[in-house]
């Protein structure tokens, strides 16, 4: 009795949990800023990108509006309703203003939700080896994966102020979570099996008739 209460708090560790949990999260988060901001500053229109914050812009990873190809321009409080988009605004600096030059039209690049999506399938492959390096338990994959999901669907709510309502952006992080368990738990138990199949070295004779003598004397 006392050994399985040894054992069961030996593998409750909340301690290691949470470092595990912010450990992949910072890692996903980081993987998707090396990715994002190259391929949009070589596939997204320049133009519609400046009055989203630039390629750098913290929202590409944080506001879901921005994958679902979404404008997040909104307009100053008190404008008319077809003035709303009078004014582009980033981090309290403002991006665009005026009637016509610099006016944002309201059009919005499709190809820049789509360079953000191929950038999440892409890091769910870095997110595979990071599971497999610090999870390791097949058992834990599925709790850790959707963990890092419903943080990032937390956060992206609280970062846009509103929740995900597009079905694109539902069908990439169903396809991330999907692909990121199957294969992450697959290497998992491969990597178990093999190391469970250690074939041990035949004991001497010498050894097993000593053995026998003190059974023996038992």
Same mark, same amino acid.
């Given at each position: 009795?006392?050994?399985?209460?040894?054992?069961?708090?030996?593998?409750?560790?909340?301690?290691?949990?949470?470092?595990?949990?912010?450990?992949?999260?910072?890692?996903?988060?980081?993987?998707?800023?090396?990715?994002?901001?190259?391929?949009?500053? +070589?596939?997204?229109?320049?133009?519609?990108?400046?009055?989203?914050?630039?390629?750098?812009?913290?929202?590409?990873?944080?506001?879901?509006?921005?994958?679902?190809?979404?404008?997040?321009?909104?307009?100053?409080?008190?404008?008319?309703?077809?003035?709303?988009?009078?004014?582009?605004?980033?981090?309290?600096?403002?991006?665009?203003?005026?009637?016509?030059?610099?006016?944002?039209?309201?059009?919005?690049?499709?190809?820049?939700?789509?360079?953000?999506?191929?950038?999440?399938?892409?890091?769910?492959?870095?997110? +595979?080896?990071?599971?497999?390096?610090?999870?390791?338990?097949?058992?834990?994959?599925?709790?850790?994966?959707?963990?890092?999901?419903?943080?990032?669907?937390?956060?992206?709510?609280?970062?846009?102020?509103?929740?995900?309502?597009?079905?694109?952006?539902?069908?990439?992080?169903?396809?991330?979570?999907?692909?990121?368990?199957?294969?992450?738990?697959?290497?998992?138990?491969?990597?178990?099996?093999?190391?469970?199949?250690?074939?041990?070295?035949?004991?001497?004779?010498?050894?097993?008739?000593?053995?026998?003598?003190?059974?023996?004397?038992?």
């Amino acid at each position: 009795m006392a050994a399985s209460s040894r054992a069961s708090n030996a593998s409750w560790d909340p301690i290691l949990i949470i470092s595990q949990i912010i450990s992949i999260q910072t890692l996903h988060y980081l993987t998707l800023s090396l990715l994002i901001p190259p391929l949009l500053s +070589i596939f997204a229109e320049a133009g519609a990108l400046v009055f989203e914050g630039g390629a750098t812009n913290v929202g590409m990873i944080m506001d879901w509006r921005e994958m679902a190809g979404r404008p997040t321009v909104r307009g100053m409080q008190g404008e008319d309703r077809w003035d709303a988009y009078y004014g582009a605004w980033s981090g309290g600096k403002q991006l665009g203003s005026g009637w016509e030059e610099g006016r944002w039209d309201g059009w919005t690049d499709p190809m820049r939700g789509w360079v953000i999506a191929f950038s999440w399938m892409i890091a769910s492959l870095a997110d +595979i080896y990071y599971l497999c390096i610090l999870i390791r338990r097949p058992r834990f994959i599925l709790d850790f994966a959707l963990t890092l999901a419903f943080s990032h669907l937390v956060l992206t709510t609280y970062y846009s102020a509103s929740i995900p309502t597009s079905l694109f952006f539902w069908l990439v992080i169903f396809a991330w979570s999907a692909s990121t368990v199957i294969i992450a738990e697959q290497l998992c138990v491969k990597r178990e099996m093999a190391e469970g199949l250690v074939i041990s070295p035949p004991r001497d004779e010498a050894d097993d008739l000593e053995m026998g003598e003190l059974l023996r004397r038992d």
